[in-house]
């Protein structure tokens, strides 16, 4: 009996979960409603009970990340439909194949930044993706290489979304509502990095920049790969023009190409 259960006056969860399982077989315990509520999973998706599952998907990864130490971490936004260069022939359009580049600069970038984290325990600059494929596995099997850890924010999906075989296992999460996944990615990020991607990388990315932008969130090294792709999607002159951003929102990203480039700017980023 370990010290936790020495202290505890009354049976944990757990144990009379346990003790359901070997009661007698009736139709009375046979009944849904006869079911622990925490133990009942029809029970706990229903639709009344949104605001309990909200919650236990902000504890879940919560408390696992402060068990290990977790401090700090760099997050890797990214397409997950950008190949390995090895396998650029299969991609959707040139243009895509084009890209496949960034994954070797992206497996780079974390495997650079995963050395550094290495002198911590892996508890600071723990690279921290969304856990599928594309510049995602690239993170974290550069972290891997490094002989780090990494951490994967997976998300339900119909298509696309899988765990990478990169992930470390006790640091792989599966969330079902992409607004408390979102705030699991910036809750301890101590950078953002943002490659080449669509619609899922746009929308990460502009929410960490609006929260930035309008002080809910502090400042901090905020850096995009590849300033050909973003410049030629996203025309940011224009929004500073048109006045519906400020000229001096411009200055809360830099744009690079190398991961060393990108570890520098990380370094001197001015606090």
């Keep these: 009996m370990n010290e936790e259960s020495r202290r505890r006056v009354f049976p944990d969860a757990g144990e009379d979960v346990r003790h ?5 077989d009736t139709p009375q315990t046979r009944a849904p409603a006869y079911r622990l ?3 009942d999973p029809e ?3 229903r639709d009344e009970l949104r605001p309990v599952r909200l919650q236990l998907e902000l504890l879940k990864p919560e408390l696992t990340l402060a068990e290990r130490g977790i401090q700090s971490t760099i997050v890797m936004f990214g397409g997950a439909r950008i190949p390995r260069p090895e396998e650029k022939h299969t991609a959707a359009t040139p243009t895509l194949a084009d890209l496949s580049g960034y994954y070797e600069v992206a497996r780079e970038f974390a495997r650079l930044m995963t050395e550094k984290s290495l002198a911590s325990g892996c508890r600071e600059n723990v690279i921290c993706t969304g856990g599928g494929p594309g510049v995602m596995e690239a993170g974290n099997m550069g972290a891997a290489e490094a002989g780090g850890c990494s951490i994967g924010l997976n998300i339900v999906l119909p298509h696309e979304q899988a765990p990478n075989e990169y992930v470390t296992p006790e640091l792989c999460f599966n969330f079902h509502y992409f ?4 705030m699991h990615f910036l809750l301890r990020a101590k950078a953002v990095v943002v490659f080449p991607g669509g619609f899922g990388t746009l929308d990460e990315m502009f929410e ?3 929260l930035i932008q309008t002080d809910r ?3 901090l090294p905020f850096l995009l790969f590849g ?5 030629r999607i996203i ?3 224009a929004l500073a023009e048109a006045g519906t951003i400020s000229p001096e929102d411009l200055d809360l990203f830099r744009f690079v190409d190398t991961a060393e480039d990108a570890v520098r700017l990380i370094e001197t980023w001015p606090g």
């Design 235 to 237: 025309n940011w002159e």
């Design 179 to 182: 607004g408390i996944r979102k």
């Design 227 to 231: 300033e050909a792709f973003w410049r």
């Design 217 to 219: 969130m502090k400042r």
């Design 43 to 45: 029970f706990l998706c």
């Design 37 to 39: 509520a925490f133990a």
């Design 20 to 24: 359901t399982r070997v009661i007698p």
């Design 208 to 210: 960490a920049l609006t």
